[in-house]
Structures are given as C-alpha cells and as structure tokens.
C-alpha cells in the first residue's frame, strides 16, 4: 500500500493519510487501534493528532482501504483491506489476534444461508480464548505456587 493507492480510493494525499497508511502497511501486529497508531506517530515524532487518526481511519474504512473490528466489544481495531477475507482468533489474556481462514467454514456458511434463503453480505467470526504462550505462562506460575508451598 502506498500514496498510489490513496489516489485509486479516490482520497487526496496528505500527510496524515500518508503517514497512517504507512504505519497499517508495516503493522507489527496487523491490527492495531486509533490509540496504537497515534502512539506510533508520537515515537516518529510526527505531529498528527489523535482526532485526526480518527478522522483518517473513518475516511479510509469509507474508502474500502482498511476493516474495522471490534474484538473486545468497545475498542475499534483496524487492518489494512488486502481483499481477502479471513477470520480471527483473539486471545482474551493479552489481546494477541490470529488470523484464519479455512475453505470448509466459508463454503458451510454459504450452504446454511442458502438452506435459510439467506443473502450474506458480510460476516464475521471471532474464536476467544487463550493463546499457547498465556497458557504456558499460567501453568508456570502454577507450578511456582506449588514450589513455595
Ligand atoms: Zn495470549
Ligand atoms: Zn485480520
């Protein structure tokens, strides 16, 4: 993703456009809050306000440009639209997303609509759980219970 693609998306380049564009592009992780953002901003010494992180990222989910998600309920998380579809795993102890896809559940989804006479026009599925490393992370502490007992 680059300035190009702001010009396709029919946005005029700005700094900010660019700049937020730029952070989604190389983002470690790939979903990433306005908050996430704006923190990133202020690390390259860029002087762009979180309203407008904002600002930009209602104009970018206009334009198709990026997906928003809500995988804790409340907070917006954002990913750059690279057009292909996939779900998500998110790990209730430290927030960690993985993504999914499996051509069995898309193409399940699509015959049970089929079978309600149902016309999809989105979905989104989010697995909620704990990833290996916060399970690993729990049973040590466990175990260092145990050992001081
Ligand atoms: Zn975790
Ligand atoms: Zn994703």
């Given at each position: 993703?680059e300035?190009?693609?702001l010009?396709?998306?029919?946005?005029?380049?700005t700094l900010p456009?660019?700049?937020i564009l730029?952070?989604?592009?190389?983002?470690?992780?790939?979903h990433?809050?306005?908050?996430?953002?704006?923190?990133?901003l202020l690390?390259?010494?860029?002087?762009?306000?979180?309203?407008?992180?904002?600002?930009v990222?209602?104009?970018?989910?206009?334009?198709g440009?990026?997906?928003r998600?809500?995988?804790d309920?409340?907070t917006?998380?954002?990913?750059?639209?690279?057009?292909s579809?996939?779900?998500?795993?998110?790990?209730?102890a430290c927030g960690r997303v993985?993504?999914?896809m499996?051509?069995?559940?898309?193409e399940?989804q699509m015959?049970?609509?089929?079978?309600?006479?149902?016309?999809i026009q989105?979905?989104?599925m989010?697995l909620?759980?704990?990833?290996?490393?916060c399970?690993?992370l729990a049973s040590?502490?466990?175990d260092?219970?145990?050992?001081?007992?």
């Amino acid at each position: 993703m680059e300035s190009n693609d702001l010009r396709k998306a029919g946005l005029k380049i700005t700094l900010p456009r660019v700049k937020i564009l730029e952070i989604l592009s190389s983002a470690k992780p790939r979903h990433m809050s306005a908050e996430d953002i704006y923190k990133r901003l202020l690390e390259s010494h860029e002087d762009i306000g979180l309203a407008t992180v904002y600002r930009v990222l209602t104009q970018f989910e206009a334009a198709g440009l990026v997906a928003r998600h809500h995988f804790d309920g409340v907070t917006a998380m954002f990913e750059l639209n690279e057009g292909s579809h996939h779900d998500h795993m998110v790990c209730l102890a430290c927030g960690r997303v993985e993504e999914f896809m499996v051509a069995g559940i898309e193409e399940k989804q699509m015959a049970i609509a089929a079978k309600y006479d149902f016309e999809i026009q989105d979905h989104s599925m989010i697995l909620y759980g704990r990833c290996a490393r916060c399970r690993t992370l729990a049973s040590n502490a466990k175990d260092q219970v145990r050992v001081r007992r």
